[in-house]
């Protein structure tokens, strides 16, 4: 017991010096680009925008680091028993911490952030005493930030509806000043992209806080002060959250039953084919199982006694889940190396990689998906078959070596990508088709992967602090779910937002591909023309039974 409570303190150890690394690294960010904006932009309303919010995270880096380092200088001067001094020490935290909540630029940005700090403060004050008022602050909250991301969603999927889907006129020239504009939502949009995902969870953690407070009957003293640490590394483990990540299921399924649908039907055999097809099969196998799993449950669940009814059950979930998680991180990685060689050696990738050499690639990657998921498997069960630790630490080294390796490889060629389009294509002008096709295959490859990269850093995170607790800990699992770490809470999150992460890498392929934005087009318009046969074809019945009607009579 003593050795896993050491452990544990390690990995609070470690992640406050994480956080600090973090936090003067912002710091340094931030004014740099602090810097640059003033020295070298010129006035626009990217550099306001970029301004408003870096000044605001300098402030907030700057406190955070200040603040650590005076809290113990501080402590004697705030007892408890000094209400005033604390309301004072209070009201400067929030001052300092609230232009973090400038979602809205501008005016009306920070207003909203002056609100929604006071509502910070409100909180944390010993004013939340009765039940009637957390909820009523927590209704006030949620509504603000849902406003903002409403505003925010619109705009945002309005851009995507220009760029995508709104075709310029072929015979009226394009001007420089429609070029231009048409650069920056581009720039709008691959910026918004990943920090919306962060700003979706950061609502859901409001969300999840709130629905928590209307199920409260009483309100208890650890109740409220626990409310006022409301985060998202707390509410990610709540039963609410676990519902959301069940009722993903459902759509999950719907979009891989579309994509695999559209695949066979309209999309002609090509690269981004094969990859959304490797994609999707797994994801609507996975989203089937978790489907039925969850309706026969208590089945299942009865016949648990039997020690091999249990593992064989977790042996499916085992097979279900992991192949689809890992491929991404496989199947990804795999498009977006093929791409960029695609694009900075044309030839020889038309003499190496033939579609047959391309399929059978990908199946490459399906099978080592497989084995990650047995391996995953046999490790998670390393307490029932009790085989040596030497090969347990083994497997351990070996999916943490392939997952980071995947994610160093994806995010060198993720950059690599983003330095040919946003810094190459200013100096190398698109002269034929074949240049002009390539760079628009780089484009869609970013704007794929941009989204489930996010989750993919979390899955890492995941995984590292798995691997941690199943390195030190001789009672694995059973331990690491007993003592309520950070890295449980961590793991916590990553499990409960796979759905989220499936969801999300399907539906973005129907968006980033054009061979898919086509297909959803011409199925649209084939469902079009089905509808209206069928009530052509009734309506014309029913006028030749009414025109007999009328004769016989």
Not at 86 to 114: E, R
Not at 144 to 166: D, N, P
Not at 407 to 435: C, G, T, W
Request: aromatic fraction near 14%; include cysteine; hydrophobic fraction near 50%.
């Amino acid at each position: 017991m003593g050795h896993e409570h050491h452990v544990f303190e390690d990995v609070e150890a470690y992640m406050k010096y994480l956080k600090m690394v973090v936090q003067y690294a912002a710091l340094v960010l931030c004014a740099f680009i602090i810097f640059l904006s003033v020295k070298y932009v010129r006035q626009s309303l990217i550099r306001t925008y970029t301004l408003n919010i870096c000044i605001a995270g300098l402030v907030c880096s700057v406190y955070k680091v200040t603040r650590e380092n005076l809290d113990p200088l501080l402590d004697p001067l705030l007892p408890d028993s000094n209400k005033i001094d604390n309301l004072i020490d209070s009201i400067f935290h929030v001052s300092m911490l609230f232009p973090a909540n400038v979602w809205i630029s501008f005016i009306v940005g920070n207003f909203l952030a002056v609100v929604l700090g006071f509502a910070m403060y409100f909180e944390e004050l010993s004013v939340l005493h009765t039940l009637e008022i957390i909820r009523i602050h927590d209704i006030v909250r949620f509504c603000l930030e849902a406003s903002m991301i409403t505003v925010m969603f619109t705009f945002y999927f309005k851009t995507l509806h220009v760029l995508l889907f709104r075709k310029d006129d072929p015979n009226c020239p394009i001007s420089e000043t429609q070029r231009r504009n048409r650069d920056s939502l581009k720039a709008v949009l691959i910026y918004c992209t990943t920090p919306n995902v962060f700003l979706v969870l950061g609502a859901g953690a409001s969300l999840c806080s709130m629905i928590d407070t209307q199920r409260l009957a009483v309100i208890t003293e650890s109740t409220r002060l626990a409310h006022g640490q409301s985060n998202i590394l707390m509410y990610m483990e709540k039963n609410t959250i676990m519902l959301l990540s069940y009722w993903l299921q459902y759509p999950a399924f719907t979009v891989n039953l579309i994509l695999i649908f559209l695949s066979f039907h309209y999309v002609k055999p090509c690269l981004a084919r094969t990859f959304v097809l490797h994609i999707s099969i797994p994801s609507f196998f996975c989203s089937s199982y978790r489907i039925l799993r969850y309706i026969f449950r208590e089945q299942i669940t009865n016949l648990y006694d039997n020690l091999t009814v249990h593992l064989l059950d977790y042996l499916a979930h085992t097979m279900a889940l992991f192949p689809a998680i890992t491929l991404y991180e496989i199947q990804a990685t795999l498009i977006v190396l093929l791409t960029y060689f695609c694009y900075s050696h044309p030839l020889k990738y038309r003499k190496i990689f033939s579609p047959r050499k391309i399929f059978a690639t990908f199946l490459i990657g399906d099978f080592f998906a497989l084995l990650a998921a047995i391996n995953v498997f046999f490790e998670r069960t390393y307490l029932h078959f009790n085989y040596n630790t030497v090969i347990l630490k083994a497997q351990i080294i070996v999916r943490l070596t392939v997952t980071y390796g995947l994610l160093i490889l994806m995010f060198v060629f993720y950059f690599k990508i983003l330095h040919a389009i946003v810094i190459k294509s200013k100096n190398q002008p698109n002269n034929s088709d074949r240049e002009r096709r390539n760079r628009t295959n780089l484009r869609a490859v970013l704007i794929y992967c941009t989204p489930p990269n996010a989750f993919l850093v979390l899955s890492a995170g995941g995984t590292l602090s798995s691997a941690f607790v199943n390195w030190n800990s001789t009672t694995s699992h059973d331990k690491f779910v007993a003592e309520q770490t950070l890295f449980y809470k961590f793991t916590i999150i990553s499990l409960n937002t796979v759905m989220l992460r499936l969801f999300v890498n399907s539906l973005c392929a129907l968006f980033a591909f054009h061979q898919y934005r086509e297909a959803v087009k011409m199925s649209v318009r084939d469902v079009k023309l089905a509808l209206g046969n069928v009530f052509f074809r009734k309506a014309t019945i029913g006028d030749a039974a009414f025109w007999r009607t009328n004769t016989s009579e």
